[in-house]
């Protein structure tokens, strides 16, 4: 392999490192990627960017745990780095999709309170993180029958028609829960 030719000639330059894995996962060769990203971990050169993109290559690999590790990584680094919170959000809840266990409440917290900052450029992001809440409480309160997870569950529902006036998923929550608290 010609990548690995160029690093034993260069040991010095572990950007190297980031660079082949980036074209790896450019050519969708998301192991190879993987495999360089955690070369230059394990030299202790890693930076932000090689935690991030070594998360969005577990993802792609549906590593969703090792992904939640790089993602945390890269967070504890950059906390208010809204994509790498997105991501985390977005692994916790493919492990959790039935949000019973709630792994990805925090993250979606975290995800929309950086996106109010910015409304008009993060709405996208607004309404991924009401949806995910409305469902998240949705789920709570037909487990556990706490009022105060309907009244959530409605709040969420309601900031998310503002958004998305036809959005069916928050229609029909509403609709099922009308009556079920005082």
């Not at 969708?28 to 070594?54: C, G, M, R, T």
């Not at 790089?70 to 967070?75: D, E, L, M, N, S």
């Not at 208010?80 to 925090?106: C, F, W």
């Amino acid at each position: 392999d010609t990548s690995d030719i160029a690093i034993t000639i260069d040991k010095r330059n572990t950007d190297l490192y980031s660079k082949i894995a980036k074209e790896y996962t450019s050519l969708k060769k998301f192991e190879l990627a993987v495999d360089y990203y955690e070369k230059k971990i394990s030299l202790n050169k890693a930076i932000f960017n090689d935690y991030y993109e070594l998360g969005k290559a577990y993802l792609n690999l549906k590593e969703y745990d090792k992904a939640d590790t790089c993602f945390g990584t890269a967070v504890i680094q950059k906390p208010d780095h809204i994509n790498a919170v997105m991501y985390r959000a977005q692994g916790r809840s493919i492990v959790d999709s039935t949000s019973e266990k709630g792994l990805a409440k925090p993250y979606y917290e975290k995800l929309l309170a950086l996106s109010l900052a910015d409304s008009a450029k993060f709405s996208k992001y607004i309404s991924i993180s009401y949806d995910y809440l409305r469902f998240y409480f949705y789920k709570q309160y037909l487990i556990n029958k706490k009022c105060a997870d309907l009244k959530n569950c409605v709040v969420y529902c309601d900031k998310l028609l503002v958004i998305e006036p036809k959005n069916e998923a928050a229609i029909e929550s509403k609709k099922a829960l009308v009556g079920k608290c005082p």
